[in-house]
């Protein structure tokens, strides 16, 4: 089982400052990465695929990027709607695996 | 638009069984591999099983150890999860995703999820 481990757990980001979220593959995954957002209270949703194409609908302040066992997902002017846990998931082997999150607070 | 509706969860005791139901809508829904995630309360997200569009090929976790079956009825544009031998530790939200075409994928779209609570 491929074992997917983000860091830091938390994260606080001031309004407007660039948050960098990072992933790390126990192997390498080429570039079969996603990263989801989830909010208080609501179903995770997709941001990321392949790395690092962002998903229909996503800002361009998102951005995923890295291959083999190293990954990062950027925002890039961090907004309040943006506060939320965020995850990353390999899709390169089974079983499929996530990471165990990234909570995103506002400094 | 893509909907995809849970159904099914509730309280159940320690080895009960439910099925847990996913109504799809909004895209050709055989055409399109469907997967479970569970995420126990507070806790992070766990892949549970997929399946293909035809409904041949399956795949799940290991750690459930067989007592889950994920199915589907392409007629009626629906995805099921049968859960058996229920423990205290499957307690969790269960979401139901659409995949791409083939399964062991990302998850493009999920559901706002069922609530499955295990306990005497």
């Known amino acids: 089982e491929i074992v997917m481990t983000q860091s830091p757990a938390t994260l606080s980001v001031s309004p407007g400052e660039r948050a960098t979220l990072s992933c790390r593959a126990s192997?390498?995954?080429?570039?079969?990465l996603a990263w989801y957002q989830q909010k208080p209270g609501q179903a995770p949703r997709l941001l990321i695929y392949a790395a690092s194409t962002r998903a229909t609908g996503i800002p361009g302040r998102f951005s995923g990027s890295g291959s083999g066992t190293e990954f990062t997902l950027t925002l890039s002017s961090l907004q309040s709607e943006d506060l939320a846990v965020y995850y990353c998931q390999q899709y390169h082997n089974w079983p499929i695996t996530f990471g165990q999150g990234t909570r995103l607070e506002m400094k | 638009e893509v909907q995809l509706l849970e159904s099914g969860g509730g309280l159940v005791q320690p080895g009960g069984s439910l099925r847990l139901s996913c109504a799809a809508s909004g895209f050709i829904f055989s055409g399109y591999a469907m997967s479970w995630v569970r995420q126990a309360p507070g806790k992070g997200l766990e892949w549970v099983s997929g399946?293909?569009?035809?409904?041949?090929?399956?795949y799940s976790a290991d750690s459930l150890k067989g007592r889950f079956t994920i199915s589907r009825d392409n007629s009626k544009n629906t995805l099921y999860l049968q859960m058996n031998s229920l423990r205290a530790e499957d307690t969790a939200i269960y979401y139901c995703?659409?995949?791409?075409?083939?399964?062991?994928?990302?998850?493009?779209?999920w559901g706002q999820g069922t609530l499955v609570t295990v306990s005497s």
């Open positions: 995703t659409k995949d791409l075409a083939v399964p062991g994928s990302y998850f493009q779209r």
């Open positions: 399946i293909s569009g035809s409904g041949t090929v399956t």
């Open positions: 192997q390498s995954i080429t570039s079969n």
